[in-house]
């Protein structure tokens, strides 16, 4: 079936130390998004990328990182730059086309100890 | 700035009464405007969405949603209410063309249904 896999659902990190979460899509989509959530809050942005080797930074990019190689992976890493690192995390991708639709993966959460 | 507003965190209805999720924004410019919802723990999954034509726009699982342009609001309805609809609902303004995908998200309201 076709859709958007985040993986791992749940990581517990150490402070200090960084950590990559996983999406991967084969919608064939064009552009993918990492968002996060934290609770009573809406989603906020974090970085996007429309093509392949190239990205942007969303709302809240200060202390993570990220990489588009492929056109079906866009992973996220959270450096230990990032203060405040406990959350929800989601990754989303569309097509390159005004007006389509976001589909969301179903999401990671990150928990550091 | 582009803001979206959802004035109710939470809301309470009786199984079989009707909804109605309240969302505002501020977009100069034609507004791309969707309503997710999402389950505890899970990922958002598009409800509906408007981009032109139509001020109505019928969703998935019953719901509807009307833009009103004069009241820069994105209203979501259901007439009756399920168990199932239980969960968290968010409004979204989409920023446009070179934007796509870009979405600014409302708080979000937490649907409570009452058996």
């Known amino acids: 079936d076709g859709g958007i896999t985040q993986s791992p659902k749940y990581l517990f990190r150490k402070e200090g130390q960084n950590v990559t979460l996983s999406c991967e899509q084969n919608?064939?989509?064009?552009?993918m998004y990492w968002y996060r959530q934290d609770p009573g809050q809406g989603l906020r942005l974090i970085y996007y990328?429309?093509?392949?080797?190239?990205?942007q930074k969303g709302d809240i990019a200060e202390g993570y990182s990220v990489s588009r190689e492929k056109k079906e992976s866009f992973p996220l890493t959270v450096t230990s730059a990032q203060k405040n690192p406990t959350a929800f995390y989601l990754c989303?991708?569309?097509?390159?086309?005004?007006?389509?639709?976001?589909?969301f993966g179903e999401g990671s959460w990150l928990t550091v100890v | 700035a582009q803001s979206v507003t959802q004035p109710d965190i939470h809301i309470t209805v009786s199984e079989g009464a009707s909804l109605e999720l309240r969302c505002n924004y501020s977009?100069?410019?034609?507004?791309?405007l969707f309503w997710y919802v999402q389950s505890p723990g899970q990922g958002l999954q598009l409800l509906l969405k408007?981009?032109?034509?139509?001020?109505l726009v019928q969703g998935i699982k019953g719901f509807e949603a009307e833009f009103k342009r004069s009241q820069s609001s994105f209203n979501l309805r259901k007439p009756s209410v399920h168990w199932s609809d239980a969960a968290e609902y968010f409004c979204?303004?989409?920023?446009?063309?070179?934007?796509?995908?870009?979405?600014?998200f409302g708080q979000g309201t937490t649907l409570q249904v009452k058996p």
């Open positions: 919608l064939n989509h064009d552009a």
């Open positions: 979204a303004v989409g920023l446009g063309s070179s934007n796509t995908g870009k979405l600014i």
């Open positions: 990328s429309q093509i392949v080797n190239d990205f």
């Open positions: 977009y100069g410019a034609t507004p791309y």
């Open positions: 989303a991708s569309s097509k390159q086309k005004t007006g389509n639709t976001i589909y």
């Open positions: 408007y981009f032109s034509g139509d001020t």
